[in-house]
């Protein structure tokens, strides 16, 4: 069953994010350990109030981090993002590494790093259920933001695929 919904969910284009939070880290040098993982499981669940949902796989070091802080950061990404959608696909001091190498700036609401792209939001956690092998968090959207309209990164046919728009 597993495999069958694996390959018919390949044929289901997507958007791709990255899903960003921190720890507290007495050394660093905002006092937080930032991290941020791809993602393409965002799903827009409530006008309102504002809410989003996002299916995090359990064991996931990110996803400890996320219900510990218990606030986190979204920012969409466009066409050109592909290779920092897989830098951050990888593991946690990859991750860092990369990190460490993006434009990015923490929301005021959350603290966690926002990057460039056509849009960000900034979440609180408001619940999560376990749902087999993940757990669905959702947050409540404490603020939004929008950049001038870019192309999109589109996650296809198990690739990372830059799309165009008309
Ligand atoms: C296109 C793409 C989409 C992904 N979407 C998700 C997702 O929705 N949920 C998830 O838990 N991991 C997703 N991943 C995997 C994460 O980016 C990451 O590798 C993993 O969660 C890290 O686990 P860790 O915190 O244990 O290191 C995706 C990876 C890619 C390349």
């Known amino acids: 069953m597993e495999l069958d919904l694996r390959t018919v969910m390949r044929q289901f284009a997507t958007g791709v994010g990255v899903v960003s939070t921190w720890a507290e880290e ?5 006092g937080r350990r930032h991290d941020a993982i791809t993602v393409n499981s965002l799903t827009p669940v409530s006008y309102d109030p504002p809410l ?3 299916s995090l796989r359990h064991g996931s ?3 400890a981090d996320l219900l510990a802080a218990r606030r986190w950061g979204v920012s969409i990404l466009a066409a050109q ?3 920092t959608a897989r830098l951050l696909a990888r593991s ?3 991750r860092a590494e990369a990190l460490a190498g993006l434009p990015a700036v923490p929301g005021r609401h959350t603290g966690a790093l926002l990057l460039d ?3 960000w939001i900034e979440c609180a956690l408001a619940d999560s259920f376990t749902v087999g092998d993940h757990l669905m968090v959702i947050g409540t959207v404490l603020a939004t933001g929008v950049r001038p309209p870019q192309d999109p ?4 046919h198990g690739s990372l695929t830059p ?3 008309p």
Not at 26 to 30: F, K, L, Q, S
Not at 153 to 156: A, E, I, K, Q
């Open 153 to 156: 990164l589109v996650f296809l």
């Open 26 to 30: 007495p050394d660093g040098a905002d």
């Open 61 to 63: 070091a990110f996803l």
């Open 81 to 83: 993002g592909a290779d």
């Open 163 to 165: 799309a165009t728009t």
């Open 92 to 94: 946690r001091q990859a």
């Open 52 to 54: 989003v949902a996002l």
């Open 117 to 119: 792209g056509p849009g």
